[in-house]
């Protein structure tokens, strides 16, 4: 299996990307934060199925469309950037569980699956992941595969860690000031981390 991959620093690599804070970890550290570690579950499944399939996808030849038609990769990109700002704006305006808020409602899981493919994080990991440890004259798909596996279960163990580091900052957040700071300071890690969009 992945014959011709260097399986040790392709971990590494995964590790490195994915355990980093960018805009996944900002979004399930403050979701388990508000909803506690099972209400973001939807989240953590969501973001990994969704970062797993974008990179088989990537791999399969989405990159060459994208290259072969720059203005479709440029309308992804802004769109991806809108969503995200959404996505702040849900964070900053969370109240947590037992509110009876309307806001007071998790990112489900297809939100989610969503988010993986508008992450710019996401897309600079899976392509630079591709470019480098995958072999020429390999098999195409068995080799993506792997990546994108790889990548998927280092994205589900950060993701994990991040909420359980959420939900464990959460009793931190008794009061309704220091909850809203959290929750502003989060979207605006969100939105800080759309640089490499805009730049």
């Keep these: 299996m992945g014959e011709g991959i260097l399986l ?3 971990v590494l690599f995964a590790a490195a990307m994915c355990l980093t804070p960018g805009p996944s970890v900002v979004l399930v550290t403050a979701a388990a934060a508000n909803f506690g570690f099972r209400g973001a579950l939807p989240l953590i499944f969501g973001i990994t199925l969704g970062f797993g399939a974008m990179v088989m996808a990537v791999g399969l030849g989405l990159a060459g469309l ?6 479709l990769h440029m309308a992804l990109k802004y769109a991806g950037a809108l969503y995200l700002l959404y996505l702040a704006w849900r964070i900053a305006r969370a109240d947590g569980a037992g509110r009876g808020s309307k806001q007071a409602n998790p990112i489900g899981f297809a939100g989610a699956v969503l988010f993986a493919w508008m ?15 995958t072999t020429l004259g390999g098999e195409v798909l068995q080799q993506t595969a ?6 998927a ?25 220091a909850r809203r700071i959290f929750n502003w300071t989060m979207a605006g890690l969100l939105v800080i981390s759309l640089a490499p969009v805009v730049g």
Aim: positive net charge.
């Design 8 to 10: 040790g620093p392709l």
């Design 66 to 71: 994208f290259h072969a038609a720059p203005r």
């Design 119 to 133: 992450n710019p994080k996401g897309w600079m990991t899976a392509v630079g992941a591709l470019a480098a440890y």
């Design 146 to 151: 792997v990546i994108a596996g790889i990548l």
């Design 153 to 177: 279960a280092a994205c589900f163990g950060s993701v994990v860690i991040w909420a359980a580091f959420g939900a464990a900052i959460a009793r931190l957040l008794g009061s309704p000031r």
